[in-house]
């Protein structure tokens, strides 16, 4: 099976099928909300779709930031915004895994939040820092069943697509590993590399620099995860 990332792009519910009081949307910039920090791939991919929406539609699209909570803080204000095709929300795996996390949600995703589009799928893969001892998926799993728990992994955020991938992947390879959540993939990212944590899940686009960091530097490289594409 295998394991992707896939942002998607929702709205607050009402404006699908707008009616034809709403046939000159858009008349005035449109607020692009991202529940995650800046630098990391929900928000590349938001900036990277801001600019060429914003040229097709002719009206500026506003990359809006509001981390936390696994995201929740940013769904929720979109959620609660006003249903006119204004407000945007751009999320990944957590949208719809955080109602099973979160039993208490301000809102509720079915019902406040219409989905627009999948944007994109993108592969993940495992990656440890360039100094790591862990040059292979084989000696990370044998370390980590003579170590259970002492090895620790980032993600970027609980119940998103880079946590879920690696419990799937300790459960599989029945290993014990320590999650570190963080509010997003950039400063997860920033930790991997520094190395104050031993292990990431990020995906992989060709251009991505963050990745040939860690594929091209020293001796142990960033790897694939069996079912990660």
């Known amino acids: 099976m295998k394991q992707w990332m896939k942002p998607v792009l929702?709205?607050?519910?009402?404006?699908?099928?707008?009616?034809?009081?709403?046939?000159?949307?858009?008349?005035?910039?449109i607020k692009l909300v991202v529940p995650y920090p800046?630098?990391?791939?929900a928000d590349n991919t938001a900036r990277i779709m801001a600019q060429h929406l914003g040229e097709r539609l002719k009206q500026q699209i506003i990359v809006d930031n509001r981390p936390g909570a696994s995201g929740t803080i940013g769904a929720a204000y979109v959620a609660k915004a006003p249903a006119d095709g204004y407000t945007l929300l751009l999320d990944a795996t957590s949208y719809t895994v955080n109602p099973s996390l979160f039993p208490k949600l301000s809102y509720d995703p079915a019902k406040d939040l219409a989905p627009v589009s999948l944007i994109m799928q993108v592969p993940l893969l495992m990656l440890v820092p360039a100094n790591s001892p862990y040059t292979s998926v084989a000696s990370f799993v044998k370390a980590a069943k003579e170590k259970p728990g002492k090895i620790t992994f980032a993600s970027a955020g609980t119940g998103g697509a880079q946590h879920l991938a690696a419990e799937l992947f300790a459960q599989n390879e029945k290993i014990s590993m320590t999650h570190i959540p963080y509010k997003g993939g950039a400063p997860a990212l920033t930790d991997l590399i520094g190395g104050q944590v031993d292990l990431m899940c990020w995906r992989r686009f060709k251009s991505d620099q963050a990745c040939r960091l860690n594929f091209d530097q020293g001796p142990a490289p960033g790897f694939l995860m069996p079912g990660c594409g």
Do not use: Y
């Open 38 to 41: 800046a630098g990391g791939a």
């Open 10 to 29: 929702a709205t607050a519910s009402m404006v699908i099928g707008m009616s034809a009081a709403h046939a000159q949307w858009p008349d005035k910039p």
